[in-house]
């Protein structure tokens, strides 16, 4: 059951001009959702993040959008740059018992940008 | 580099094998993940460390799979027995946080294992 889920495995956008990267979640429990950038033989790197009290949080050209009746969270870039070009994933975690904070992530969409 | 390493960052073996990999958190960070990620997948939760303790181990994680943290600083993740399914990317991820708060995950570059 996959309980995060993006569902574009790719996305090309054109250098300058704004990315936006879908995903949404099954678990209603979900309070905490971040973004991460993958580059080829690296590991995750963090973007951004949100909590459930929060519809908007942004950072430079990162925002992040939160939608909780709908159960979608979306990541946009502003303006898109070559070097955005990676995999990134969406992910998502609740506080259970107050010790468990670990992360249900996405399949990933590859982003490309072309110069 | 104060960021967190894994060694080795390639594994090539023989099916049958047992293989041990090594990850050194951040420093400060008192919170260490293993994730294993397989090809078109994100990464996938196996066990969480709060200091020494084994907190949590995810079903994904068969009595081959052992992980230890050793006074809540390194943690090694060994797997006995290999099988060709073994092959992924094993990642460490560490954060910093206290009762209550969320926290952003800190990974790795990742341990390639390929069973053979």
């Known amino acids: 059951d996959q309980q995060v889920k993006q569902n574009s495995p790719s996305l090309s956008v054109q250098e300058g001009r704004i990315s936006i990267l879908n995903c949404d979640y099954t678990n209603s429990m979900f309070d905490y959702f971040l973004w991460y950038k993958k580059y080829p033989a690296e590991g995750p790197t963090f973007l951004i993040s949100i909590s459930s009290i929060k519809d908007k949080n942004e950072d430079g050209r990162f925002t992040v959008f939160l939608n909780k009746s709908a159960k979608h969270l979306s990541l946009h870039i502003v303006p898109s740059q070559p070097g955005d070009s990676a995999v990134y994933f969406c992910?998502?975690?609740?506080?259970?018992?107050?010790?468990?904070?670990?992360?249900?992530f996405g399949k990933g969409t590859l982003l490309t940008v072309n110069p | 580099d104060t960021g967190v390493s894994q060694d080795p960052r390639h594994k090539i073996t023989k099916r049958g094998q047992n293989v041990t990999f090594r990850c050194d958190p951040i420093s400060e960070h008192n919170r260490l993940y293993w994730y294993r990620q397989t090809l078109g997948q994100g990464p996938e939760f196996l066990t969480y460390f709060q200091n020494e303790a084994q907190l949590e181990k995810s079903r994904l994680l068969s009595d081959r799979f052992s992980a230890e943290r050793p006074k809540g600083s390194f943690s090694t993740l060994e797997i006995q027995r290999t099988e060709q399914g073994d092959s992924a990317m094993y990642l460490c991820?560490?954060?910093?946080?206290?009762?209550?708060?969320?926290?952003?995950?800190?990974f790795g570059p990742g341990t390639r294992l390929t069973v053979l």
């Open positions: 991820a560490s954060s910093l946080a206290g009762t209550g708060t969320h926290n952003e995950q800190f």
């Open positions: 992910a998502a975690s609740w506080v259970s018992g107050g010790s468990n904070y670990k992360l249900t």
